[in-house]
Structure formats: C-alpha cells, structure tokens
C-alpha cells in the first residue's frame, strides 16, 4: 500500500521569501510518480509540477521546485519568491505503478504568505 | 472556456434522493476518475475508467455508481442518497503516457440533509 505524509498542517511565510513544504512517501515500488497539487480557497486542485522516480534532476516549473531524495523517499515543494496568490493549501500525491493508477493524496499544507 | 467541467457546481438534496454529477472534458484524455474530498482531508478515488468501456472501482465506490457514456463524458450517481455523502467531489482526466498527470474540475460541492 502507498503512503503520503504531510507533517505541517499549517506554514507562514513572509512575501517573497522561500518556503519549503514538507513531503514524504512509503511504497515497495520502483516505479512511481510523485505530484503536487495546489487548492486555492475557491475550491479547484491546481496541478503544480511532476517528478518521476527514474528522473534524475529535480522537477522545475517556474517558481515551483521538487526537492527529491529518492533515499529518503521525500519530495518537498520548493516555492521561490513567495506571493499573496500562493496562500492556499497544497497536496503531494503519489502514483504508483500498476493497473490501478490512482493517487494516493496527503492530508495537506495550509501555507499562508504575509504582506 | 474551461478543459474540465462540472455539473453541478452546487448541489443541495434530501436523503434518500437519486443525485447524478456530471463530468465533460475537451482535453482529449482517455483517462477520467471520480475523487471526493472530506473536509481537511485528502483526495480519495471513487471511480475510475480508462475508456469508454472500461470501469473500475476505486477506494470508496459503496454507495456510488458511474457511466462513461463517451470518451469525452463520465458521471457518477450516489442511488440514494445519505448525510456522510455531503462531500466536494471532483472529476479528473488524464492521457495515458509517462507522467499520466491528473487535471481536475472545479469540483462539485454536494450538501445531503
């Protein structure tokens, strides 16, 4: 069975600052995706950046890093220069390999960016 | 206009009632999945269907059933409705390939009194 642990329900961060949420995961596979979503407070789940577990750079998207330590089996979101926009919560997800090719969710971070 | 959409937006109704949500994509994925959200909590699959006449269970399908009635279009219905179905629920599609990413819906925030 697969795991995802979110160990900071809440983060604060000063506008443009870095922040790093915490990510880590549990599956006997070899072959896995890692995501993360982003939840504003409308409602919709935002998909952020993507990292496989055979890639071996870590995934990029603009303001949006993956930190994977593949030994550690941790997959923080790295978010540059922090904005007001960002305040939401955010889901890592994993996807591991087989037929069934579900997510399997964390329970979240609510980050909130300070003016 | 929107790549995934969802109707209802919100939904308010009775226990016992026959409710159906529905899902539309013009993104062209093959792949399209029903998650219901609790309040704090995660995504957890309900039902997914990697083609039109492919359909599988996910995590929590009690209580729900689905239809893929076209590539483009999946739906799902709670029969009779109770209280602990009150939920956001999101439809997602994906294309079959490497990275198999999940865009969702705007959700569908669903009320059973």
Not at chain 1, 50 to 67: I, P, V
């Given at each position: 069975?697969?795991?995802?642990?979110?160990?900071?329900?809440?983060?604060?961060?000063?506008?443009?600052e870095?922040?790093?949420?915490?990510?880590?995961?549990?599956?006997?596979?070899?072959?896995?995706?890692?995501?993360?979503?982003?939840?504003?407070?409308?409602?919709?789940m935002?998909?952020?950046?993507?990292?496989?577990?055979?890639?071996?750079?870590?995934?990029?998207?603009?303001?949006?890093?993956?930190?994977?330590?593949?030994?550690?089996?941790?997959?923080?979101?790295?978010i540059s220069?922090?904005?007001?926009?960002?305040?939401?919560?955010?889901?890592?997800a994993?996807?591991?390999?087989?037929?069934?090719?579900?997510?399997?969710?964390g329970s979240?971070?609510?980050?909130?960016?300070?003016? | 206009?929107?790549?995934?959409?969802?109707?209802?937006?919100?939904?308010?109704?009775?226990?016992?009632?026959?409710?159906?949500?529905?899902?539309?994509?013009?993104?062209?994925?093959?792949?399209?999945?029903?998650?219901?959200?609790?309040?704090?909590l995660?995504?957890?699959?309900?039902?997914?269907?990697?083609?039109?006449?492919?359909?599988?269970?996910?995590?929590?399908?009690?209580?729900?059933?689905?239809?893929r009635?076209?590539?483009?279009?999946?739906?799902?219905?709670l029969?009779?409705?109770?209280?602990?179905?009150?939920?956001?629920?999101?439809?997602?599609?994906?294309?079959?390939?490497?990275?198999?990413?999940?865009?969702?819906?705007?959700?569908?925030?669903?009320?059973?009194?």
């Amino acid at each position: 069975a697969q795991k995802i642990t979110q160990t900071q329900p809440g983060m604060f961060v000063q506008e443009k600052e870095a922040v790093t949420l915490d990510c880590t995961y549990d599956t006997s596979d070899q072959s896995y995706g890692l995501f993360w979503y982003k939840q504003p407070s409308s409602g919709e789940m935002i998909f952020l950046i993507y990292q496989g577990s055979y890639d071996e750079q870590n995934a990029t998207e603009g303001r949006y890093s993956l930190n994977f330590q593949k030994a550690r089996k941790s997959a923080n979101l790295v978010i540059s220069a922090s904005q007001l926009g960002d305040s939401a919560m955010y889901f890592c997800a994993m996807r591991a390999s087989g037929s069934a090719r579900q997510l399997t969710f964390g329970s979240g971070t609510q980050l909130t960016v300070l003016p | 206009d929107a790549d995934v959409t969802q109707t209802p937006r919100n939904r308010i109704t009775k226990t016992g009632k026959r409710i159906m949500l529905e899902c539309s994509q013009t993104k062209g994925h093959d792949r399209m999945y029903w998650y219901r959200q609790d309040p704090g909590l995660g995504l957890r699959l309900i039902y997914y269907s990697f083609d039109v006449k492919d359909i599988n269970k996910g995590e929590i399908s009690d209580g729900y059933s689905v239809s893929r009635q076209a590539q483009a279009k999946f739906s799902l219905s709670l029969e009779s409705a109770i209280p602990n179905q009150t939920a956001l629920y999101f439809c997602a599609t994906s294309m079959r390939g490497y990275a198999d990413t999940q865009y969702f819906g705007p959700g569908t925030r669903l009320t059973v009194l």
